[in-house]
């Protein structure tokens, strides 16, 4: 079965940029998101479980952001 999908003409030319010349858009599309979603996942893990994760991933990301601008700051 196949679909047609409206795409902006910056993402088309984007896949079409990174399409193997052996490939249809189908393949190339199928190649470049990957294997599985992350979606895949909201059933794995509990509500515990994803608030623990969540908290590492902000608090990595205060963490890097104060570092950067620890080196922002020793160039001005």
Do not use: C, N, P
């Amino acid at each position: 079965m196949s679909h047609q999908v409206r795409l902006g003409d910056h993402v088309y030319e984007r896949i079409k940029a990174t399409k193997r010349d052996d490939e249809s858009f189908s393949d190339a599309v199928e190649r470049l998101i990957g294997g599985r979603s992350l979606r895949d996942l909201r059933d794995v893990f509990d509500g515990d479980q994803v608030d623990g994760m969540r908290e590492a991933v902000e608090s990595a990301d205060r963490a890097d952001r104060d570092e950067v601008r620890e080196v922002a700051d020793r160039f001005e």
